[in-house]
T-cell receptor
Framework: NAGVTQTPKFRILKIGQSMTLQCTQD?????MYWYRQDPGMGLKLIYY???????DKGEVPNGYNVSRSTTEDFPLRLELAAPSQTSVYFC????????????FGDGTRLSIL | GENVEQHPSTLSVQEGDSAVIKCTYS??????FPWYKQELGKRPQLIID?????GEKKDQRIAVTLNKTAKHFSLHITETQPEDSAVYFC???????????FGTGTSLTVIP
């Protein structure tokens, strides 16, 4: 199993540009999450999904959109990039049953200039 | 919702000493508590977890204790080594619940 795979690993965007951060998992996990981590800070939840077709806002959803058309994929969309969105973005998945941990991807380092 | 507090935010220890990181939580329904280690530029990785029906769990030099009554849990690292230097995050969740609630992290430095 590859686990949770995120692409790209690095990206530089100009203000106002759009992009999609990709996340896919091969563990057949029901739950998937997007977090952002600013330098020296903790994890802030952006959006999460408990299954295909279902998404919910987290703590900091403004400026982002998500979709979940399949169990495997959970892309994060930035429509109008702003400098405040410069961060490291982590995708995570979780089986959704019992006491199990989240599994994280390697992250996408995004800079908005 | 759940609120997880983590202390200290930074911790420096001499190699070979022990390190203790403490977290408190507010939701008595939380029953699963994982700990993650994040090395610089890397993803958070699970190092140990504990369920609410257990008071302590050990894995070599790492142990976690849970006090359900007081709603706090702690990570203990013994015989610290330089490679233990990282940021450690605690988290709390309800088993089968939607969300994991993370502490703000502890930056551990082990001085050789």
């Amino acid at each position: 199993n590859a686990g949770v795979t995120q692409t790209p690993k690095f990206r530089i965007l100009k203000i106002g540009q759009s992009m999609t951060l990709q996340c896919t998992q091969d563990m057949n996990h029901n739950y998937m999450y997007w977090y952002r981590q600013d330098p020296g800070m903790g994890l802030k939840l952006i959006y999460y999904s408990v299954g295909a077709g279902i998404t919910d806002k987290g703590e900091v959803p403004n400026g982002y959109n998500v979709s979940r058309s399949t169990t495997e994929d959970f892309p994060l969309r930035l429509e109008l990039a702003a400098p405040s969105q410069t961060s490291v973005y982590f995708c995570a998945s979780y089986k959704g049953a019992g006491d199990q941990p989240q599994h994280f991807g390697d992250g996408t380092r995004l800079s908005i200039l | 919702g759940e609120n997880v507090e983590q202390h200290p935010s930074t911790l420096s220890v001499q190699e070979g000493d022990s390190a203790v990181i403490k977290c408190t939580y507010s939701d008595s329904a939380s029953n699963y508590f994982p700990w993650y280690k994040q090395e610089l530029g890397k993803r958070p990785q699970l190092i140990i977890d504990i369920r609410s029906n257990v008071g302590e769990k050990k894995d070599q030099r790492i142990a976690v204790t849970l006090n359900k009554t007081a709603k706090h849990f702690s990570l203990h690292i013994t015989e610290t080594q330089p490679e233990d230097s990282a940021v450690y995050f605690c988290a709390a969740s309800r088993g089968g619940g939607n969300q994991f609630y993370f502490g703000t992290g502890t930056s551990l430095t082990v001085i050789p």
